[in-house]
């Protein structure tokens, strides 16, 4: 096991970096219970170990083992919540990403621009008590507000249930009052007041559902006197939405506010190295600045190297400079193209010939389970959806049965070349749009 979780981690790490610290480490996995012991040679070593590699080990642990592990460590024996607080940590971690194994704060690429509401994201996530409530993140359309939000949410499941959290954007909202309890305004109500933390993405969409600004007010006063934890992301800065409800804007003003800058030209630069390396993309540093000049916005880059990358698996291994214009050139900056569950959901269908109510629906014939299946897979494997997230997109499912769903097909198709070859196909109709 330890063999291949350190190849595993040739994938992001040198050779030289894993004789340095995973080497001299002895690594125990029980399947049967979901722990993960991590012995270092003596406390010293814990101490580095923690401050310098520990949340990225945790992150690549959690994407070769998957949900449901948790890790601890101790040093000549000694578990470590035996240990003073200064030795190598003091607590088990889970080590599950429900809300995306790509949102952490090491995956954050950050300037100084943006250094202040990073560190402010870091500490709501690292304190049990409420300090920061609400804390709300301003920024234009791919300023990473939703991946600030999203890492916040990771953090948090490391401590407590995933179960306790709510993450979602405004529609999500609508469709818990609209479809989960049929305009049951007191059984919706009282679903969110059950939660322990509240993480609402897109809050500026609540302009169209204004019905629900009293409902908000609700569940907000019920989350303040709680003293439950609120993170809310908006696009502009909260004193130009004159469509909101003055109480429910007041209330928000409550907490702590921070804006995301965009990326600028060193940060896009950084990003699309960091993403090169974890996709073995190999472009030159004249293709990389290029990419950088041309998209602003992190999702459009992330958008533009997933083309790339799927060029280079379904077309020609050897991408030239020739291939790279034309992908460039056929390519635009635009907010309509943007990648969603909804668009990979009918990209399947479409392949199927079903209709997206089938797979969102709870028939159980093999010829829509598999397609629903490889949808909830292609869901999570291109967005980093969380399973939860995804039970809600997929009609209300329990995140166990999409869990169960993902993780089939991802041992079918280690296994299964045809079931390998469609999972190519059905990426190549989500993802590439380039004329061969």
């Given at each position: 096991?330890?063999?291949?979780?350190?190849?595993?981690?040739?994938?992001?790490?040198?050779?030289?970096?894993?004789?340095?610290?995973?080497?001299?480490?002895?690594?125990?996995?029980?399947?049967?219970?979901?722990?993960?012991?991590?012995?270092?040679?003596?406390?010293?070593?814990?101490?580095?170990?923690?401050?310098?590699?520990?949340?990225?080990?945790?992150?690549?642990?959690?994407?070769?083992?998957?949900?449901?592990?948790?890790?601890?460590?101790?040093?000549?024996?000694?578990?470590?919540?035996?240990?003073?607080?200064?030795?190598?940590?003091?607590?088990?971690?889970?080590?599950?990403?429900?809300?995306?194994?790509?949102?952490?704060?090491?995956?954050?690429?950050?300037?100084?621009?943006?250094?202040?509401?990073?560190?402010?994201?870091?500490?709501?996530?690292?304190?049990?008590?409420?300090?920061?409530?609400?804390?709300?993140?301003?920024?234009?359309?791919?300023?990473?507000?939703?991946?600030?939000?999203?890492?916040?949410?990771?953090?948090?499941?490391?401590?407590?249930?995933?179960?306790?959290?709510?993450?979602g954007n405004m529609d999500d909202v609508k469709s818990v009052y609209s479809v989960?309890?049929?305009?049951?305004?007191?059984?919706?109500?009282?679903?969110?007041?059950?939660?322990?933390?509240?993480?609402?993405?897109?809050?500026?969409?609540?302009?169209?559902?204004?019905?629900?600004?009293?409902?908000?007010?609700?569940?907000?006063?019920?989350?303040?006197?709680?003293?439950?934890?609120?993170?809310?992301?908006?696009?502009?800065?909260?004193?130009?939405?004159?469509?909101?409800?003055?109480?429910?804007?007041?209330?928000?003003?409550?907490?702590?506010?921070?804006?995301?800058?965009?990326?600028?030209?060193?940060?896009?630069?950084?990003?699309?190295?960091?993403?090169?390396?974890?996709?073995?993309?190999?472009?030159?540093?004249?293709?990389?600045?290029?990419?950088?000049?041309?998209?602003?916005?992190?999702?459009?880059?992330?958008?533009?190297?997933?083309?790339?990358?799927?060029?280079?698996?379904?077309?020609?291994?050897?991408?030239?400079?020739?291939?790279?214009?034309?992908?460039?050139?056929?390519?635009?900056?635009?907010?309509?193209?943007?990648?969603?569950?909804?668009?990979?959901?009918?990209?399947?269908?479409?392949?199927?010939?079903?209709?997206?109510?089938?797979?969102?629906?709870?028939?159980?014939?093999?010829?829509?389970?598999?397609?629903?299946?490889?949808?909830?897979?292609?869901?999570?494997?291109?967005l980093g959806v969380s399973f939860p997230a995804l039970g809600r997109t997929f009609?209300?499912?329990?995140?166990?049965?999409?869990?169960?769903?993902?993780?089939?097909?991802?041992?079918s198709q280690k296994v299964n070349e045809e079931t390998k070859n469609l999972l190519?196909?059905?990426?190549?109709?989500?993802?590439?749009?380039?004329?061969?």
């Open positions: 096991m330890k063999n291949g979780l350190r190849n595993h981690l040739l994938q992001t790490c040198s050779e030289t970096e894993l004789k340095r610290w995973f080497d001299p480490i002895k690594i125990d996995i029980s399947d049967e219970t979901g722990e993960v012991l991590v012995t270092f040679p003596h406390a010293f070593f814990g101490n580095w170990f923690r401050d310098s590699i520990q949340s990225r080990f945790e992150e690549q642990l959690a994407t070769f083992l998957g949900n449901g592990f948790s890790v601890s460590y101790s040093h000549n024996g000694s578990h470590a919540s035996a240990e003073p607080a200064n030795a190598a940590t003091a607590e088990t971690t889970r080590i599950d990403f429900p809300f995306g194994h790509n949102f952490t704060f090491d995956n954050f690429i950050v300037g100084k621009k943006n250094f202040f509401p990073l560190a402010s994201a870091r500490e709501v996530a690292r304190l049990e008590a409420v300090t920061f409530n609400p804390f709300v993140i301003c920024g234009k359309n791919g300023s990473g507000k939703s991946h600030l939000m999203k890492a916040i949410a990771n953090e948090t499941s490391k401590r407590v249930e995933s179960d306790r959290i709510f993450l989960k309890f049929s305009g049951d305004s007191f059984k919706a109500r009282n679903y969110f007041f059950s939660f322990d933390y509240i993480f609402v993405d897109d809050f500026q969409t609540i302009r169209k559902y204004d019905e629900l600004q009293q409902e908000m007010i609700s569940i907000f006063n019920n989350f303040y006197e709680n003293g439950k934890q609120m993170v809310f992301c908006c696009n502009d800065k909260l004193v130009t939405y004159d469509f909101l409800n003055p109480n429910l804007k007041s209330r928000l003003e409550w907490g702590l506010i921070v804006t995301l800058k965009r990326p600028d030209l060193e940060i896009r630069t950084s990003f699309i190295q960091k993403q090169c390396k974890l996709k073995k993309l190999p472009l030159s540093k004249d293709q990389i600045l290029t990419l950088s000049q041309k998209f602003q916005d992190f999702r459009y880059l992330q958008g533009i190297l997933i083309k790339l990358s799927a060029f280079r698996e379904l077309v020609r291994k050897n991408l030239d400079q020739k291939d790279f214009e034309h992908i460039l050139n056929n390519t635009e900056e635009k907010t309509d193209h943007d990648l969603t569950p909804e668009y990979i959901i009918q990209a399947v269908a479409d392949h199927f010939d079903l209709s997206p109510a089938d797979l969102k629906g709870n028939k159980r014939h093999q010829s829509i389970v598999r397609p629903r299946q490889m949808a909830m897979y292609l869901c999570r494997n291109l009609g209300g499912k329990d995140h166990s049965t999409v869990l169960y769903s993902v993780k089939k097909i991802e041992e190519i196909t059905l990426k190549d109709k989500c993802l590439l749009r380039v004329p061969k």
